[in-house]
């Protein structure tokens, strides 16, 4: 069977109980295979991804709209994210959707590619402060430069990004300044000059620590090279060091997943985000952001050349074997799960930039400046536009480049919040709740039915006498698909 294909019901209930021997069976797979489980099942098989993005149900906002929304809000907020995306890649991964732009050639022509990619970047969040003028005063929680792999750019790029940033935003004592590469590029050097501009955190698309596995996946870096890049971070003094680890990747086992644990536990990093391989476009669920071409991965003729060549995709239920493997083994090496598949040492999470977005008691704005990035408030969000020369010629013209835009509801509003509070696996509060939306209450409808079908079927409990409503151990499992397929 192949992975990504269309499939049916009793395909996807083969691959489900179709597990490595050596290994546990979890549990979610009796969950899934029950029959009122099949939308949660048909979730999973088709892979979308979910919990990233929040997408509104009204298409009637324009950007103008949007960026008056988030004016409004920032008048009085509290820390917000802010992210500057820079979609530099030297390659592209066979898995990844993301818009990226590829910068090769000489050295020198390189570099002045990524240059133009910073100089977009600066004046697109020019105008950004233009429209939207409480920006400028808004208090930046956690800066984020991602990609792409921004650690690309040549050093008098990084610290004229940065110096922008610092210098154009309210960024405050408490400020985390957090920058993404590949392992190959973070040269000692470089680390040296992150640190210098103030960078305390660092996230590193590792995905896996197999290089036959690596290499299939299209990446040009050594299982070796990431672990130097690890001690690297760690002598130069870097606060939080994060890798990125996916499972479900081609020729991989549940054995090699388990290699990749002990590597992550042997080395004390700080954080690790675990992420299933996703096939099916993000743009069809909105749930993520895809960029123009589809990865090679997700082309079935592709595939099945693969296949007919030797290789393997893990079945689903060797992904859950890999995914309780590798939650089991974090937590009892002495990580914490919040927000859903990020682990943080005990002590130093949840993940700051992604507790000031889903976190119950915050859930503030989220302001993403760069070719493809997510902005939201709670009224609206928006995703720029995804092709760069629609991008380019925008910020050229003076225009926030902003692709599509949705607005929320009310009850839209009320279920974004909950949704956003569910995937950081938190108990949910109703006394919070109830603050943030007067009259209503997660033991009343339309919430009450929804937790207990959930409660009934061994996903969440509902416990009035502390008022909260607390997700299983299979529902934090299944969070991503009960979110997008219940709520």
């Known amino acids: 069977m192949q992975i990504g294909h269309r499939q049916t019901y009793e395909d996807s209930v083969a691959s489900l109980r179709q597990t490595d021997p050596g290994h546990p069976v979890p549990s979610v797979v009796e969950t899934l295979a029950a029959p009122e489980n099949r939308h949660l099942l048909e979730y999973v098989t088709e892979d979308p991804f979910g919990a990233h993005v ?216 700080t954080a690790v985000v675990c992420t299933k391989l996703h096939l099916k476009s993000y743009s069809d669920t909105r749930t993520g952001v895809a960029g123009v071409q589809p990865a090679a991965w997700q082309l079935p003729d592709y595939r099945a050349r693969l296949v007919d060549n030797g290789h393997r995709w893990p079945t689903l239920g060797e992904q859950y074997q890999m995914r309780e493997l590798l939650t089991e083994g974090l937590e009892s090496g002495g990580y914490r799960e919040q927000p859903t598949m990020y682990f943080a040492q005990n002590g130093k999470g949840p993940e700051k930039w992604k507790a000031i977005m889903v976190d119950q008691d915050k859930q503030e704005a989220e302001v993403a400046i760069g070719l493809g990035g997510s902005s939201s408030c709670r009224t609206s969000e928006a995703i720029t536009d995804v092709n760069w020369k629609r991008y380019s010629e925008a910020v050229e013209a003076g225009r926030v480049p902003l692709g599509s835009v949705t607005r929320f509801s009310e009850e839209a509003q009320e279920a974004r919040a909950v949704k956003m509070a569910l995937s950081t696996l938190s108990p949910l509060s109703d006394r919070l709740h109830r603050q943030r939306f007067p009259g209503a209450s997660l033991f009343e409808e339309p919430w009450h039915g929804r937790f207990r079908s959930l409660e009934e079927r061994g996903l969440a409990v509902m416990d009035r006498e502390a008022e909260e409503v607390r997700l299983t151990t299979d529902g934090k499992v299944l969070v991503e698909a009960v979110i997008n397929s219940e709520f």
């Not at 009204?58 to 820079?86: C, K």
């Not at 000489?106 to 002045?112: L, M």
């Not at 154009?168 to 300044?177: D, V």
């Open 54 to 269: 929040f997408p509104g149900n009204l298409p009637d906002h324009t950007p103008a709209d949007f960026l008056a929304d988030l004016d409004e809000q920032l008048a009085g907020t509290a820390p917000i994210h802010l992210w500057s995306y820079i979609p530099t890649c030297a390659y592209r991964c066979r898995f990844c959707q993301y818009p990226v732009v590829l910068v090769k050639g000489a050295p020198e022509v390189a570099d002045s590619k990524a240059r133009q990619w910073v100089d977009w970047n600066i004046r697109e969040a020019r105008l950004w402060l233009r429209e939207v003028p409480n920006l400028a005063s808004a208090p930046i929680g956690e800066f984020n430069v991602f990609g792409g792999t921004p650690s690309l750019l040549p050093p008098d790029a990084i610290r004229a990004l940065l110096d922008f940033y610092k210098e154009n935003f309210n960024f405050t004592p408490e400020t985390a300044i957090r920058f993404e590469g590949d392992p190959s590029t973070f040269t000692p050097e470089k680390l040296e000059l992150l640190a210098g501009l103030g960078c305390t955190k660092l996230s590193s698309g590792v995905q896996s620590f197999d290089d036959p596995v690596l290499e299939q996946c299209g990446r040009e870096h050594t299982a070796q090279m990431c672990v130097d890049f690890i001690r690297n971070a760690q002598r130069t003094g870097f606060d939080w060091t994060s890798i990125d680890l996916m499972y479900g990747l081609l020729d991989q086992t549940v054995d090699s997943v388990r290699r990749d644990l002990d590597i992550v536990v042997e080395n004390e990093l």
